[in-house]
């Protein structure tokens, strides 16, 4: 398959490399990237064993980088592309971004903030399932591996 | 009004000298402290503006401080005392740490984590109100200097 270097594919598979990142070190594997102007501004990955934080999950990693690579703190023109969908404190980051748009892969029906009505900010706009199996699949052989 | 060192006020009070430091670097004065084991393993001050970053709130930044103090990413033997109603993003990161009691000063109807049913762990007891009249008239009079 070849992919458009804008499509929302390709940004996912940035993210999964992320996500493969957070493997390597024997995190719960998710990756993050956030694209403005069609361009990668922020590139994260789970890092809350290596950093003993539950706060390091990929995405609020990614919104910290993305204000400072912008100069503000407010990411309303940015995609957020993460493997998994946002958890809770994620989407309450991402509200307070404002952030355009969040591309998720894998749903995450146990912890997922979409099963929670109204998390997020009224002008942020959902895609999920971009990638899913793939960022699914890297999720559940590290957990086949923790059993 | 003598406080008992232990007391629900005295930690409050605490917090509030917190939010006190927020409101000299013209933040939104909202302020933090974790305790455990009857003392103060963290503090923190909202810093969203000087750092630039949505995520900074007072109680992030104190969740992230106190599992460096313990060495540990849970806080189920800790308390979080915050001079305001914690927001979706820092209520979904006590469900990640755990937190065993949350304990704040002023209602946030507005952003309040409370308006939405389930966000916190399950095993976190919650006390609010306390000092809610000095907590919020503090961020009244933030907010009057702003309009």
Not at 1 to 7: G, K
Not at 70 to 95: I, N
Request: aromatic share 8%.
């Amino acid at each position: 398959m070849t992919l458009s270097v804008h499509s929302d594919e390709h940004f996912m598979k940035q993210a999964l490399k992320e996500a493969h990142r957070a493997l390597e070190l024997d995190e719960v594997p998710v990756g993050a990237v956030i694209v403005g102007n069609k361009r990668i501004i922020a590139r994260a990955h789970n890092l809350t064993e290596r950093l003993n934080d539950v706060t390091a999950h990929a995405e609020m990693q990614a919104f910290t980088s993305a204000a400072e690579a912008l100069g503000g703190k407010y990411l309303k023109d940015c995609t957020l592309y993460v493997t998994l969908e946002p958890c809770v404190m994620c989407a309450g980051a991402s509200f307070w971004s404002h952030i355009g748009k969040i591309v998720y892969g894998a749903p995450d029906p146990k912890r997922g903030y979409s099963k929670f009505g109204g998390l997020l900010h009224p002008k942020t706009k959902v895609k999920g399932g971009v990638l899913e199996e793939e960022c699914s699949e890297l999720l559940k052989s590290f957990f086949a591996t923790k059993r």
